[in-house]
């Protein structure tokens, strides 16, 4: 159970840092940190949480995570259920704090007919920048393939792992660097349903490419880097 929790309030940071300070932050005149801030506000939620809990329960916060140390031989299969349900327990708890308190503003709605509404997730049309469907579908997998490789590679027995959350923070970073005007950055399913369940509409709908594609990205790169990479290192 300790490991659950932590992924439960790991998660729960993840989503309550990131998409509030897309929220609260990002906007505001003169003083927004704009989408570099809200890129860097999602690598520091997971750095400060794996020194945080990343001992008790590995610091995975992310279903995609998970199965991807799962296909790299790390994680047993038999724990990836608890886990993700943990983890989308985690994220929504923190959506629902986020609507609480966005809520405490005269005036807030949730338009979900523009993207990014509620720092959620989309393509087309609810794409930041309106990438399709495809880009999209590409986009979240080669990220969530390279976030995995950064993951296993800095965890490995081989590499020093007192700096392994440094590496998976601004691993993380760079992938909302890249990626924020595509698809508002996802690579993480439950951060994604979190935000979707809260505005519903086209972006409740969408939220399947959210799922499917990070989570193939990630089984793709723990058998990459098991049979490859990994192989290499030790021999």
Known sequence: MKKLFAEFFGTYWLVFGGCGSALFAAGIP???????????????????????????????????????LWAGGRFSAKDLIPYIIAQCIGATAAAGTLFTIASGKAGFTIDNTKAGAFASNGFGAFSPDGYSMQAAFIAEFTLTLF?????????????????????????????????????????????????????????????????VAPILGAIASGFIYKTILQKASES
Not at 51 to 66: D, E, Q, R, T
Not at 157 to 175: H, Y
Not at 182 to 205: C, D, H, K, M
Request: no cysteine.
């Open 30 to 68: 003169n003083l927004g940190i704009g989408f570099i801030g809200v890129a860097l506000a999602f690598g520091l939620t997971v750095l400060t949480m794996a020194y945080a809990v990343g001992h008790i329960s590995g610091g995975h916060f992310n279903p995609a995570v998970s199965l991807g």
């Open 147 to 211: 976030f995995l490789l950064i993951i296993l590679g800095a965890t490995d027995k081989f590499a020093n792992g007192k700096f392994a959350g440094i590496a998976i923070g601004l691993g993380l970073t760079l992938i909302h660097l890249i990626s924020i005007p595509i698809t508002n950055t996802s690579v993480n399913p439950a951060r994604s349903l979190s935000q979707a369940l809260f505005v519903g509409g086209e972006p409740l709908s969408q939220v399947w490419l959210f799922w």
